[in-house]
């Protein structure tokens, strides 16, 4: 079993919709949870990150943990042609070392 | 201000021949980092810098490759002998804290 498990996608909205990202990861002892959205032929650019269970919001963009069933998610409101890019999700441990997602491939439609 | 940048942006070569690439961190940023992203794949780790020493060596794929850091600043990722699986995107990330900034990347075509 990977350490974190992430749709690959692509999925494909309506420009204004709700995106929801998801990913699952095996080890209760991950502590941080972060978020890069990577535009095609870019380096990752760090969206958001959170601590603990719970939401974290930032504009258009939420964050949400929920350590209980190793579930965590990004929802972005009102999404934009400008959106489409990869989502990556990584998970930390105590130390330094990300472990990432593969990726899921999202496109807004205009 | 800066961010990280790498050099160069795209590098083909040849199999067999050695290869360089550069990272540039931010400025102050005392933790440096090497991954590599294959097509399709997620980011691979390969090497963590805290200053000048490395103390997690652990996801360098074999002993062709090796990396460098000086002066807690610039650091080089260096692969001998190249092979056609060694074509991917190879990332450098800086940090001072938890969060990690990336680099732009070097596309490594191998052929």
């Known amino acids: 079993q990977k350490e974190v498990e992430q749709d690959p996608g692509p999925l494909s909205v309506p420009e204004g919709a709700i995106v929801s990202l998801n990913c699952t990861y095996s080890?209760?002892?991950?502590?941080?949870f972060m978020w890069y959205r990577q535009y095609s032929r870019k380096g990752p650019e760090l969206l958001m990150y959170?601590?603990?269970?719970g939401n974290k919001e930032d504009g258009r963009f939420t964050a949400q943990v929920d350590k209980s069933s190793k579930y965590i998610s990004l929802f972005i409101r009102d999404s934009q042609p400008s959106d489409s890019a990869t989502y990556l999700c990584?998970?930390?441990?105590?130390?330094?070392?990300?472990?990432f997602g593969t990726g899921t491939r999202l496109k807004v439609l205009a | 201000g800066a961010g990280v940048s790498q050099s160069p942006s795209n590098k083909v070569t040849e199999k067999g021949k050695d290869v360089e690439l550069r990272c540039d961190p931010i400025?102050?940023?005392?933790?440096l980092y090497w991954y590599r992203q294959s097509l399709g794949q997620g980011l691979e780790f390969l090497i963590y810098?805290?200053?000048?020493?490395?103390?997690?060596k652990s996801g360098l794929p074999s002993d062709r490759f090796s990396a460098e850091r000086t002066g807690g600043s610039v650091s080089t990722l260096t692969i001998q002998r190249t092979q056609q699986e060694d074509s991917a995107v190879y990332l450098c990330?800086?940090?001072?804290?938890?969060?990690?900034?990336f680099g732009p990347g070097t596309r490594l075509t191998v052929t």
């Open positions: 080890n209760s002892a991950f502590q941080y």
């Open positions: 959170t601590y603990s269970s």
């Open positions: 990584a998970v930390v441990p105590a130390t330094y070392k990300y472990i």
């Open positions: 810098f805290q200053g000048n020493s490395a103390p997690d």
């Open positions: 990330a800086s940090s001072l804290a938890r969060e990690q900034y």
């Open positions: 400025s102050g940023h005392t933790a």
